[in-house]
């Protein structure tokens, strides 16, 4: 027996193991112990966590104790909620030229909080499997918001597939976790050692009572007039904003992103003394996807006036532009590639888009001119009609450039609006609204062929700031439920906002009493920034109404809507973090850009029309007392459904006596008012005295009584045993009563709850009256 000595490296750390080898002829035996220690220790001594106070309340963030074999992992906490954050990377690169963050179920997602999160709430899902399933639209628009705040800061060049995954691990209802989600995810990258140029803080900023308050409770969003998420960088640079507000000033709103952008300040920090301490190293990839500098010289020798003609020429559109830019490669391409034979080809074509950009930004900066002949400040040029077909609600095309949207408005019962779920809402879902914005983008909108998805990520978000530019001016206390739906015909450039300006104009043609007009304009941003620090940004110009092209090659598409006086809804995409400065003159040419698209609307129609059209629908309110009520809904709701079916009205309950009726069309209304008086009609019933004396037909005998009536058309009441008899019976067989027969019965009245008849046969036992009352015409002298 050999006695060996071994440090074998395991996932979990080392093992140092002592091995005991035994030869048995041709075979040998290891026999071995030894104790694992692991990289981390013992778990309550590896987490490390700091406490940042922003606003009134203390933010946690921790690491170290869960899900130690991401790169990266961080639990962010307010209050009782917290999520837990994971961020993973892989070493070999993906075979495409864009970032791709990703989650287990789609390649383009990667933000995983699944749907009907209901145990960090301590509730069961309700569906038939009880488990989580797909994502809720709340859950795809908190990703998209993430994404836009993480991907800025991912180096040029780093290809690599990202997993950022968001795990919600309990909820109180009073702390939003989205702003957690975001945190986290920057402190998970920074301690990774995935390459990020982090790290980024953000915060939600609302305006309670005039006040500007950091991360406000749910209690206090729902007294809130503003409700945006800041993501900052160092430098105080902002990174990302998301906003919707009640038409509130410009100058308010610029106030709120420089207090949100100073409060995020300690964030930043507290992550960075985080990162510091108990961070990994950074890895270091191979930047890839980039042609070497002689291959882009040469590329640029053979192509870079030809680029520039097409750039120039403002006759170009959106498709003959793009055709004539893809020409200039396919005329040099084969030289460039006969001149580098070992040169990939897909780096030879990347070297073409490099030099494409470069040319395409530098007559931008250095000359103030647009590819299509537009000045830095103007706006394509905007048509607008209304009341396009009759039979509609309302409907309006908008047309700007080349960005075209029909938007339409259904109007409907209030039981048709959207009804989520109370553990949705705890987690920023919304209980019920009577507006919605639909927006759809088919693929012919650009010239293409493809699958119409529906409801995809993109479309999803664009339809959200769509309406929340919008929802601010909407009565809440409208009758109807609206439904306006926008879809984009033509698209180069903007169709979200497209979407805003016709959906303004579609309920104002609806009849819709806006607060006001909304219209929305984008601001692109080129930049030329130092290649070492994408924070020095040495040059720059601002675009307004910004075109497919220039969102694609600039940096920054920044949609803000509003009415006149104030701001209703802000959403930005950037590249890079920009510095505050920019921002504010973004939102002052986009208040300008804003100001001159609705004096062109109103050109068409400046408020809402003072009547609905007269197809258009209308709600009644209808009375039906107590003891009709019955009658008038029918067995298991059989008469109201039947109503719906014969006249299209939608009857629903108020209250005990009262019932709302919403008819599409006037018509309609006129013929479910015929029917309700008809079925009315038949069930009135003459006047009863009380305590007069009646003759009742029994119509069914029932183990606990009699059901009789007093005339034709009355519903059967109820005559218990204990009111058949002056004695004791169980049931009514005893009295030898059978359906059919006659009796003699008092009426006492109706109950004041349910509205049933009080009738008594025992009360005539005892020696009794005169003249008793026949309800079918004949009246018989019983002294």
């Known amino acids: 027996m050999e006695k060996l000595s071994i440090c074998s490296k395991w996932l979990w750390g080392q093992r140092s193991i002592t091995c005991y080898k035994i030869n048995f002829g041709s075979y040998q035996l290891l026999l071995g112990r030894g104790k694992k220690t692991s990289p981390w220790g013992n778990i309550s001594d590896a987490a490390s966590s700091v406490d940042i106070e922003v606003g009134d309340r203390v933010m946690t963030v921790s690491s170290g104790k869960m899900a130690r074999f991401a790169d990266g992992c961080a639990v962010s906490q307010i209050g009782n909620t917290s999520v837990l954050v994971t961020a993973v990377s892989r070493r070999k690169a993906t075979s495409s030229n864009f970032i791709p963050l990703t989650s287990l179920e789609n390649l383009y997602e990667y933000f995983r909080w699944t749907t009907d999160r209901r145990r960090p709430a301590g509730r069961i899902p309700t569906n038939h499997l009880r488990r989580e399933v797909g994502q809720s639209d709340v859950e795809i628009l908190t990703s998209r918001m993430i994404d836009r705040s993480i991907r800025p800061l991912f180096p040029k060049g780093y ?85 919707s507000a009640d038409n ?22 507290q992550l960075e003394k985080l990162a510091k301490k108990f961070g990994k190293e950074k890895r270091e990839p191979e930047r890839l996807f980039v042609p070497s500098q002689e291959v882009i010289d040469e590329v640029r020798r053979l192509t870079e006036d030809h680029y520039r003609e097409v750039y120039t020429d403002t006759t170009h559109d959106k498709i003959s532009r793009d055709e004539a830019a893809s020409r200039v ?49 103007d706006l394509r040029d905007v048509s607008c009609e209304v009341d396009l077909f009759q039979p509609l609600h309302g409907s309006a095309l908008f047309q700007r450039g080349q960005t075209q949207c029909l938007c339409t408005v259904t109007f409907d019962s209030i039981d048709a609006a959207f009804k989520g779920n109370p553990v949705a809402e705890l987690m920023g879902g919304v209980r019920e609204k009577n507006f919605m914005l639909h927006y759809e983008f088919p693929p012919y909108a650009t010239n293409e062929t493809g699958r119409m998805s529906g409801g995809n990520r993109r479309e999803l978000g664009h339809g959200a700031l769509a309406e929340k530019a919008l929802f601010p001016v909407v009565p809440h206390d409208f009758p109807f439920t609206i439904r306006l739906t926008s879809e984009v015909l033509e698209s180069n450039g903007s169709s979200s906002l497209a979407s805003a300006c016709g959906g303004s104009l579609a309920l104002m043609d609806a009849g819709v009493p806006l607060v006001a007009p909304v219209a929305g304009v984008a601001i692109g941003l080129v930049t030329k920034t130092d290649e070492e620090d994408s924070y020095a940004i040495k040059d720059y110009k601002l675009l307004t109404d910004l075109l497919g092209i220039e969102d694609y090659l600039g940096d920054m598409d920044f949609k803000l809507a509003g009415t006149k006086k104030g701001i209703t809804a802000l959403q930005t995409d950037l590249k890079l973090p920009v ?127 009699v059901m009789v009536t007093l005339y034709p058309t009355m519903q059967p009441a109820l005559l218990h045993n204990s009111q058949l008899d002056q004695r004791k019976i169980s049931h009514p067989s005893a009295l030898n009563l059978e359906v059919g027969q006659q009796i003699t019965v008092k009426f006492f009245g109706r109950d004041p709850v349910s509205g049933k008849m009080r009738l008594s046969r025992k009360a005539l036992m005892a020696p009794a009256a005169t003249v008793i009352r026949n309800l079918t015409g004949q009246e018989r002298d019983n002294s």
């Open 248 to 269: 509130i000033l410009q100058s308010d709103f610029l106030k709120a992103i420089r207090f949100g952008l100073k409060e995020m300040q300690a964030i930043i920090q």
């Open 329 to 377: 490669r396919e005329e040099s391409l084969n030289e460039v590639l006969q001149k580098f034979p070992t040169e990939e080809p897909f780096l030879v074509h990347e070297a073409f888009n490099t030099v494409a950009k470069d040319v395409f930004r530098n007559i931008i900066l250095e000359e103030d001119q647009r590819c299509d002949g537009r000045g830095l400040t």
């Open 159 to 243: 290809f690599y597939e990202t997993q950022v995954m968001c795990n919600l691990l309990a909820v109180d209802g009073i702390n939003d976790p989205d702003i957690l989600c975001v945190n986290a995810a920057s402190a998970a990258l920074m301690l990774s050692d995935i390459p990020w140029h982090g790290p980024v803080g953000a915060v939600r900023v609302g305006l309670v009572e005039d006040e500007l308050v950091i991360n406000p409770t749910r209690y206090e969003m729902k007294n809130s007039r503003l409700n945006m998420v800041v993501t900052g960088a160092r430098k105080s640079h902002i990174v990302m904003i998301e906003a």
């Open 579 to 705: 510095p505050m400065k920019i921002i504010a003159e973004a939102v002052q040419q986009a208040h300008n850009g804003k100001n001159e698209i609705l004096n062109i609307m109103a050109s068409v129609i400046d408020k809402s029309r003072e009547k609905r059209k007269e197809n258009g629908p209308v709600v009644e309110k209808l009375e039906v007392p107590m003891a009709k009520r019955s009658k008038f809904v029918g067995m298991g709701g059989y008469n109201i459904k039947k109503l719906r079916l014969e006249t299209g009205v939608t009857i629903s309950p108020i209250d005990e006596t009262h019932f709302s009726l919403f008819a599409p069309t006037p018509t309609a209304m006129d013929e479910a008012k015929e029917k309700i008086d008809e079925l009315l009609k038949e069930d009135r019933e003459p006047e009863l005295d009380f305590g007069a004396i009646y003759t009742a037909t029994i119509v069914e005998v029932r183990e606990f009584g």
